[in-house]
C-alpha cells in the first residue's frame, strides 16, 4: 500500500498564540552578575521541541510616531548589541506535556565594554512533535499540520553607570489622513546611555484649567524617534488645549532596582486641534 501525506509548516511570530502551547516566564529578562534564567513551560497535550535563539532587535517609529520592529539597524547593533555575547544553556530541548525547563543565559562581557544598557531579544521556537501518519488507500493523500510557535521577548543588560536621558520636544497635533487618526505627536531625543523601559502619562486640560481628557503608555524607547497617543474626536473637540506629558521608568513588568534609572520629565505645551 502506497502512502503519500503533505507536511505544512505554519509559522506564528505572536505570543499570544503560542501561550496556548507553551509559556515563558518572566516575560522580559534582566541579567545580574552576568547571569539570567527564563522558565519554558509545555501547556501542550503532545511533545514539543524547543530551540532558543537570540537575535538583535527593538521597537522604533515613523514619522507619525506609529512602533514597528527594526531587526536590520547595524549601526545600533554594533553599539548595543549583547547578541554575540550571550550563551543560553541548553538551547535545544524537548518538553513533554506538562514538564518545564530553566533556561539560563550568561552574558560573556568583555573588559572593554562600555558602560551603558545593552539589550537582544530571546527568541523560544516550539516546534510539536508529529504524530506518526496514518496509512490511507492508494491514490489517497493525508496532512500532517505542523504549527511553529515563536516567542519573542527582550533581555536586557545593564553595565557600570547605565542612565535614561531625553530631551522631548515638537510636542503637536497631526491629523493622519490615511487612518483617520487624530495624533498627539511628539519626538523622543535619546541622549544618555541606556533605554528607556517605563510610562508615558499624558493630560490634556482645556482653557479653563479642567482635565479633558488622560491617557498612559506602557513602553520601552530604545532610540530617538516620534511617538504618539490618538486623540478621540468626543472627547478632544476642535480647539486650543495645554498638553502634559510624564516620563517615568517605572512599569509593573520591570523590577525598580533592575530597571535603568532616569530623573523623571515632564513637558507642558500649549496646541491647537484643527
Known amino acids: 500500500m502506497k502512502r503519500i501525506y503533505l507536511s505544512f509548516v505554519f509559522l506564528f511570530a505572536f505570543a499570544w498564540l503560542a501561550s496556548a502551547q507553551v509559556t515563558i516566564s518572566p516575560t522580559m529578562l534582566f541579567f545580574e552578575n552576568n547571569f539570567s534564567s527564563v522558565m519554558v ?8 521541541d ?18 514597528t520592529m527594526a531587526f536590520d539597524d547595524d549601526a545600533t547593533e554594533n553599539e548595543r548589541s549583547l547578541t554575540e555575547i550571550v550563551r543560553a544553556f541548553p538551547r535545544a530541548f524537548t518538553l513533554q506535556p506538562g514538564q518545564r525547563q530553566v ?4 552574558a560573556r562581557a568583555p573588559n572593554t565594554m562600555p558602560e551603558g544598557g545593552y539589550w537582544t531579544r530571546l527568541a523560544v521556537v516550539a516546534t510539536p512533535q508529529a504524530a506518526d501518519i496514518a496509512a490511507v488507500e492508494e491514490g489517497g493523500v493525508g496532512a500532517q499540520l505542523n504549527f511553529v510557535f515563536r516567542q519573542v521577548i527582550a533581555a536586557v543588560y545593564k553595565r557600570g553607570n547605565a542612565t535614561v536621558e531625553m530631551n522631548v520636544d515638537q510636542v503637536a497635533f497631526v491629523y493622519d489622513a490615511d487612518r483617520g487618526n487624530r495624533l498627539l505627536r ?4 535619546m ?51 495645554v498638553v502634559e ?30
Open 41 to 48: 513551560i509545555n501547556n501542550a497535550g503532545t511533545p514539543q
Open 50 to 67: 524547543i530551540q532558543i535563539e537570540t537575535l538583535f532587535g527593538y521597537p522604533i517609529s515613523d514619522e507619525l510616531g506609529y512602533i
Open 103 to 106: 533556561v539560563r543565559l550568561q
Open 186 to 189: 511628539y519626538h523622543i531625543d
Open 191 to 241: 541622549t544618555g546611555n541606556a533605554p528607556f523601559l517605563g510610562t508615558i502619562s499624558l493630560r490634556i486640560l482645556n482653557e479653563n484649567g479642567q482635565v479633558i481628557h488622560e491617557d498612559r503608555s506602557v513602553t520601552s524607547v530604545y532610540v530617538s524617534g516620534f511617538r504618539n497617543f490618538v486623540l478621540p474626536e468626543d472627547r478632544v473637540p476642535n480647539g486650543n488645549y
Open 245 to 274: 506629558l510624564n516620563f517615568e521608568a517605572s512599569r509593573q513588568d520591570v523590577p525598580s532596582a533592575q530597571n535603568f534609572p532616569m530623573t523623571p520629565v515632564n513637558v507642558r505645551q500649549a496646541i491647537t486641534v484643527n
